[in-house]
Structures are given as C-alpha cells and as structure tokens.
C-alpha cells in the first residue's frame, strides 16, 4: 500500500512539473508565434493587394459578429491605399482532399477578386498542391463577385480545386452581405 501510494505522489509530481515546464514554455514562444503568423499573413496580403497596401485587421466586434455565422473565417483585414479603403482580404479555411487548406482570398471594393493565396494544405505534391502555384491563384484575380466564383479545376486535381471554390465562393458572401456595402 506505501509503495502504491508513494508510486502515485512521485507521478503527480512528475505531472506538476511537465505542466509547468509546458506552461512556461508556452508562454516564452507565444509572442513570437503570433509575430510569425502575422509575418506570414502580411505576406499574403501584399501579395495579393501589392507592396504598397496597408493593412488594418477588422474591429474585433465585427469579426466576432462574422466568425457567428461564419466558422470557416479565421481573420479578416481592411486594405488601405492611404486613407482609402481599397477592399478587404479575408483568411479561411476550407476542406481539400488532404485535410484543411488555409487560404487568404482578398476583395477590391470595386466588387472584383483581387487575389488568392493559399497558406497552409496537406495536398498530394504535384497534385493538388499546384493549388498554390501562380497559374491557377492567378485565375481568381478579376472575377466579380456577383455571382458563384468559378475556375478551370486543376487536373488531376479536382477535390482541391473543389474545396478552394467552396471556400473562396463561402467567404464572397461574407463579402458582399457584410462587407462591400
């Protein structure tokens, strides 16, 4: 019984201290883990409206009211050319046919895609990760917004094609019920 017992207090310690350790850890890297997805966001977002774009994330309010009925949206930023706002770029999530593929579709204010890129997928090299290839982000640019977004789907390649359409045609409604207006 003191075995057992003794056992079980040098497990609960053993559980404190990973715990600690793990929570310490965390809070060390948290900061620079969201510095590093912000980089990798401004990235995108200059991509897709240009270098000399600013960029502002939308107030949390509005987002939250977004996010409610919206739960593939992940973030969304205002796009500026100087004081004026020049469309809005949204980060989303939809399904590919390797798992999630985390995309930044942007929106001029004009009613017009202004871009596409895509951040994070789990797709088959060489397959459905042509999704990120300019060839096929490129065909997005232009198309307006007042109807169903469609494309020429990657060969071999059409369960991520698919999953790109349904997000960046789900995220051009949010766009223009809650956005553009």
Known sequence: ?????????????ITVVSAGVLAISNNLTKDRIAELEM???????????????????????????IQGTNPAVVEIFEAYD???LTGYAIKHTSKGFGGDLVL???????????????????????????????EFRNRFVGLSTSGEITVEA????????????????????????????
């Open 1 to 13: 019984m003191k075995e057992t017992v003794r056992l079980g207090i040098i497990l609960m310690i």
């Open 39 to 65: 980089a990798g966001s401004l990235e995108a977002l200059r991509g897709i409206f240009g270098e000399s774009a600013n960029f502002k994330p939308l107030d949390e309010g509005k987002l939250a009211e």
């Open 82 to 84: 100087g004081d004026s």
């Open 104 to 134: 930044m579709t942007g929106f001029n204010m004009d009613g017009t895609v202004a871009g596409l890129d895509v951040l994070e997928h789990s797709e088959t090299p060489g397959l459905g990760a042509k999704a990120e290839e300019p």
């Open 154 to 181: 990657l060969s071999g390649a059409t369960v991520t094609t698919t999953g790109v359409l349904a997000g960046v045609n789900e995220v051009r409604e949010v766009f223009n019920t809650q956005l553009s207006n």
